[in-house]
Structure formats: structure tokens, C-alpha cells
């Protein structure tokens, strides 16, 4: 039944092996050179002065590999829609049911055979597709060095949303019975589980740290006094942010930065906070100082800042988490992809 089951799949295979080829042999003639260009460019950067402009350059090479590795979570979409969904849908839609279920094989080792086959295929292409995008992103990544950024597109969470779509299709596919009703409920389940689960599943992997800074005028170098809590990085996942005084009220509207209204009295009132306790210099505009601050400007303002003792929370995942998140991921839609398989061959054997 497994070389019946393989002998229906195979031309999606083939063409699928074809096209992971094409795609396996563009990463080999681009990879080497961007690997040479980050070698030669990046590193070292610092001693020549010239760091922010060649990594400005280097993440600008090759676009049109980086906006395919960008947009592969469509690769799990894809074979939902082609692989999974028409997997038993396809089957009602042409009658052919009738006689595949009234031979020597058991409806149910029909569909475990294809569900096998199919879940074999969607591994091997996604496994090697990611393997090749992470390879080839490496020298990007080590620039960018923000890797929950570019999560759901390498290591290993990318097989089980490919997995899971199959499956997604199969189920729905053996259940309303129709290949285009089956095609359009895939996409839209796949994208509602994925847009869920990344709002509010990964974030709970693993309980978040958290960091505080002093709120503060910004002086230009981006730079923030620490006041407690671990050591917060570009690298790591900033989950949420919230600024609150030392009583604990929150200001939501200092989410968004710094803003300041002067009235008609001269005074002037830090949005979202409150009004300054003290006098600020009539050079100043709304929304911040003139496009000249003078010194006395820059320091009414901090100091009207720093008298609401304003603190900034962070809520964070280090990025040292990445690969354990990934097995976290991998494994929850192996699961879901396990418990949709097993409905099928349920609802196809009671029905």
C-alpha cells in the first residue's frame, strides 16, 4: 500500500525535489561569497572606522535570496494547500473513494499510507529547504544578531508548521469532503493557529525576565541607566514594555515617547506624565526643542522629566533561549499535527 501511496505522490514529489534543487544550487554559488564578503568586511570593521556603512552594504547583498528565505513560511502554507487538503478531498470530488475503499486494503491503511508518504515528504522538503536558508543566512545573522526576529524561517520550527499544515489539510479535507472548500479552510486555519500561537503560546515557553531602566530625556547616545534586573541585550526578545513611577502607576501614553505641550501661561506639560514643576525656557517648540536646543533648554526639559521618577519595565526572553524555544516549537506542532492525523483516519473510518 506504501509504494500504491508513493506511486500517487509522486509527481508532487518530483517537482518538489526539482524545485528544492534549483533553489539548494543558488545558496551554493551565492553562499561562499557571502561568507567572504562578511569575512572581509565586517569583521574587523571597528579598527577601520567604517563599521555601520559596510554593514549597511553587506545586508543589502543578494535580495532576492533574502526576501525568499523572508517569505518560505509560505512553503508550509503551500503544502497544506496542494499536499494536504486535496489528500481525501480530491478523492470525494472525483467519486474515486468508491474504489479505493472497496478493495483488499482497509480504508484505514489506505489513509495511514497517504498520510506516511505525505508527512515523509513534507519533513525532507522543509527539513532541507530550512537547513539551506539557515546555512545561507548565517553571515546575515551574526550581523543582525537578533534572532527572534527571523525565528519562524530557521532551525527547526519552520518543519513543524510545514507538518502541521499537511495534517491541517488532511483533517479538514476528510471532513467538509470538497477540495476548494477544503483549500480555503486550510489557509485560514493555518494562518488563525500560527497568528495565535505566536502571540500567545511562545511567549509562555518559558516564564519571561525582566529589566527596569531609569526613564529619561534622551542624551543622543542612546544609552540607559540600569536600576535593576538582568542585563538586557539587542539580541533578546523584548516581549513588553511599560513605564510606571515608584508607587507602581502605569503610563501608557509614554509608551509611545517623549512629547511635550506648552500652555498659554508658559508653562508646559510632559505628555502622558503631568505638568513640569519648573519654568522652561521660551526657546521651545511643541514636541520637543527647538530644532537648536540651547543647554538651558536641554536641561529644563531633563530635569522636568526626571522629577516624575519615572522607571521603564521591560519584560524579555535572552536570546540564549532561542534553540530551546525552537525545540518547544517544533514539538507542540508535531503534536498538533499527531492529533490531526489521528482524526482523520478516525473520522474517515466512522464515516
Not at 551554493?28 to 557571502?34: H, I, M, Q, S, Y
Not at 570593521?45 to 553587506?58: K, L, Y
Request: hydrophobic share 50%; net charge positive.
Amino acid at each position: 500500500m506504501m509504494w500504491f501511496a508513493w506511486r500517487q505522490f509522486r509527481v508532487q514529489g518530483l517537482v518538489a525535489l526539482a524545485l528544492l534543487i534549483a533553489v539548494g544550487i543558488g545558496f551554493w554559488l551565492t553562499g561562499p561569497g557571502l561568507l567572504h564578503d562578511y569575512n572581509t568586511t565586517i569583521v574587523g570593521c571597528g579598527a577601520r572606522g567604517n563599521c555601520q556603512g559596510a554593514m549597511n552594504s553587506f545586508l543589502s547583498r543578494d535580495p532576492f535570496f533574502q526576501n525568499l528565505i523572508r517569505e518560505s513560511e509560505l512553503l508550509a502554507a503551500l503544502i497544506g494547500l496542494f499536499w494536504g487538503a486535496p489528500l481525501v478531498a480530491r478523492e470525494f470530488d472525483t467519486g474515486t473513494y468508491r474504489l479505493a475503499w472497496t478493495q483488499s486494503a482497509s480504508r484505514t491503511r489506505w489513509l495511514v499510507s497517504k498520510l506516511a508518504i505525505g508527512a515523509i515528504a513534507t519533513v525532507i522538503t522543509a527539513g532541507l529547504f530550512t537547513l539551506m536558508a539557515t546555512w545561507w543566512s548565517s553571515p546575515l545573522d551574526r550581523v543582525n544578531d537578533t534572532p527572534f526576529s527571523y525565528f519562524d524561517t530557521r532551525g527547526l520550527a519552520p518543519i513543524g508548521y510545514a507538518l502541521f499544515a499537511f495534517a491541517l489539510g488532511a483533517a479538514l479535507g476528510a471532513l467538509v469532503r470538497r477540495l476548494i472548500p477544503a483549500m480555503v479552510l486550510t489557509i485560514v486555519g493555518f494562518a488563525a493557529v500560527r497568528i495565535s500561537f505566536n502571540q500567545y503560546v511562545r511567549t509562555h515557553f518559558a516564564p519571561a525576565l525582566h529589566a527596569a531602566f531609569a526613564y529619561s530625556l534622551p542624551t543622543g547616545t542612546g544609552s540607559r541607566a540600569l536600576k535593576f534586573g538582568g542585563s538586557l541585550r539587542s539580541s533578546d526578545w523584548t516581549i513588553s514594555t511599560k513605564v510606571m513611577n515608584s508607587a507602581g502607576k502605569v503610563f501608557p501614553a509614554l509608551g509611545r515617547g517623549f512629547g511635550f505641550q506648552p500652555d498659554r501661561n508658559g508653562a508646559v506639560t510632559f505628555v502622558g506624565a503631568g505638568r513640569c514643576p519648573n519654568k522652561i525656557p521660551r526657546a521651545f517648540n511643541n514636541g520637543g526643542a527647538s530644532s537648536g536646543p540651547s543647554k538651558a533648554v536641554q536641561e529644563a526639559l531633563a530635569k522636568c522629566v526626571n522629577s516624575f521618577h519615572l522607571h521603564e519595565v521591560v519584560s524579555y526572553q535572552p536570546a540564549g533561549r532561542y534553540w530551546s524555544f525552537q525545540w518547544y516549537e517544533l514539538g507542540s506542532y508535531v503534536v498538533l499535527s499527531a492529533l490531526l492525523a489521528s482524526f482523520s483516519i478516525w473520522w474517515i473510518r466512522r464515516r
